[in-house]
């Protein structure tokens, strides 16, 4: 297994513009959580899914975010509009929820979002 | 108040001493504890976890928990050059997600 992946590592938009990440967890987890990061900051969620099901979106996130994972395998975080205060890190992680320790979370390589 | 401090830092130590890392957390309902490593740059790096009181050692670290406090640690022993990171605390309440403190960043002086 080679670990949580995401693409694209950077991305640089203008402020207007709609961009969308990928992210593909461990192969066996059933779980996915999106984060945020700027510097300074620790990781702030964002939302979680277990399988296809969004169980948890953070009260801070507006409605120009919106995050999938329709077959229960990778997920992509879209948003619209971007403005200036987006750009930030945004991590993805996953985590398995059976098993001799469970819910560990494992981080992807982050996509870095620069809005111009 | 945060849900999850950290002493922000920097802690400096040399070389071959001991590194001790601090986190509270306000959610007595707190049931696992995470401690990351994040290189400048990079993404946080689980090392350590631990879901009862008393400690948990995996090799250079120990990870310490005391819920009545409130109180998770991480010990860091021989300290290397290596270690200078920033290391994030976690807390999770439910199954759900992880809150993370903003970190404490270690520097390891040769």
């Known amino acids: 297994d080679t670990g949580v992946s995401q693409d694209p590592r950077h991305k640089i938009t203008k402020r207007g513009q709609n961009v969308t990440f990928r992210c593909d967890p461990i192969s066996e987890h059933n779980r996915l959580y999106w984060y945020r990061q700027t510097l300074g900051q620790g990781p702030e969620f964002l939302t979680y899914f277990q399988n296809e099901a969004q169980l948890e979106k953070s009260r801070l996130l507006s409605d120009r975010f919106s995050a999938e994972r329709p077959k229960g395998s990778f997920s992509t975080l879209e948003i619209q509009r971007t403005e200036q205060g987006d750009s930030a890190m945004y991590l993805c992680?996953?985590?398995?929820?059976?098993?001799?320790?469970?819910?560990?979370?494992?981080f992807g390589p982050g996509t870095r979002l620069t809005v111009t | 108040q945060k849900e999850v401090e950290q002493n922000s830092g920097p802690l400096s130590v040399p070389e071959g001493a001991i590194a001790s890392l601090n986190c509270t957390y306000s959610d007595r309902g707190s049931q696992s504890f995470f401690w990351y490593r994040q290189y400048s740059g990079k993404s946080p790096e689980l090392i350590m976890f631990?879901?009862?009181?008393g400690d948990k050692e995996d090799g250079r670290f120990t990870a310490q928990l005391n819920k009545a406090s409130q109180y998770v640690s991480l010990l860091i022993r021989d300290s290397q050059p290596s270690d200078s990171a920033t290391y994030l605390c976690?807390?999770?309440?439910?199954?759900?997600?992880?809150?993370f403190g903003d970190g404490t960043t270690l520097t390891v002086k040769p």
């Open positions: 992680a996953s985590s398995w929820t059976s098993g001799a320790s469970p819910y560990e979370q494992y």
């Open positions: 631990i879901y009862s009181n």
């Open positions: 976690a807390v999770k309440t439910n199954a759900g997600k992880s809150t």
